[in-house]
């Protein structure tokens, strides 16, 4: 069983349509994130939730908005594509607040926008 | 969220054992240090997780000195399939995982 599953692995898309990318986690973990990864391969935090609540926004364009249904799926939605916004995007899990902790990862969305 | 530095890259062969140093020197007293491996077309995968002196799992070993500043992931024996980026963390589990630059390890045979 995949820990944390996310759809579509590949989106191409014209600027200006509207996207989503599905993430489900199995793990019963209650912390989900969503992380871009540029073309400079530079992770970068978008979203966190915990237990289904927004944590942390860290200064991403309002096009982008996830939602989390419950605490094993954390959608991204995203308005309005721009080029700037092709990328590979992921979804990823953890536990808890403990001091450090370990996350699991999704295999990736790779977005491009044309 | 402590800053860290580590080299850009690195080059290996295989059977060799790989060091990798990561500079915090901010660390907090509540700060874990943590590395993960990423593969070309994967997410992170976590590797190994320490706050002091060592530790040790069946894939790699974290060591850690006195003053925490710095901490170094060592590798030992690696293989051609051990080519990857290494990410070094610093952080109390805060939902916000902080990415660096990482380090790309390249192992030749």
């Known amino acids: 069983d995949t820990a944390v599953s996310q759809t579509p692995k590949y989106l191409v898309t014209q600027m200006g349509n509207d996207k989503s990318i599905k993430c489900e986690q199995n793990?019963?973990?209650?912390?989900m994130y969503w992380y871009k990864q540029d073309s400079k391969k530079f992770l970068k935090i978008m979203f966190s939730?915990?237990?289904?609540?927004?944590?942390i926004n860290e200064t991403v364009p309002n096009r982008f908005s996830p939602k989390s249904p419950d605490k094993a799926h954390l959608n991204l939605h995203i308005n309005s594509l721009e080029l700037g916004d092709s990328a590979v995007y992921f979804c990823?899990?953890?536990?808890?607040?403990?001091?450090?902790?370990?996350?699991?990862f999704g295999q990736g969305t790779r977005l491009t926008v044309v | 969220l402590a800053k860290t530095t580590q080299p850009i890259s690195m080059d290996s062969y295989e059977g060799q054992e790989v060091n990798i140093t990561c500079s915090h020197n901010n660390i907090a007293t509540n700060d874990y240090i943590t590395w993960y491996q990423q593969f070309p077309s994967q997410g992170p995968r976590f590797i190994i997780q320490?706050?002091?002196t060592k530790v040790t799992n069946e894939v790699a070993s974290l060591f850690i000195p006195a003053d925490r500043k710095s901490s170094t992931l060592s590798l030992p024996r690696v293989s051609l399939s051990d080519t990857a980026v290494y990410y070094c963390?610093?952080?109390?589990?805060?939902?916000?995982?902080?990415f660096g630059a990482g380090t790309t390890v390249t192992v030749r045979a």
């Open positions: 320490g706050y002091k």
């Open positions: 990823a899990s953890s536990q808890g607040l403990q001091g450090g902790t370990e996350a699991f």
């Open positions: 793990l019963g973990h209650d912390t």
């Open positions: 939730y915990n237990n289904k609540e927004l944590i």
């Open positions: 963390l610093v952080g109390t589990g805060d939902y916000k995982l902080s």
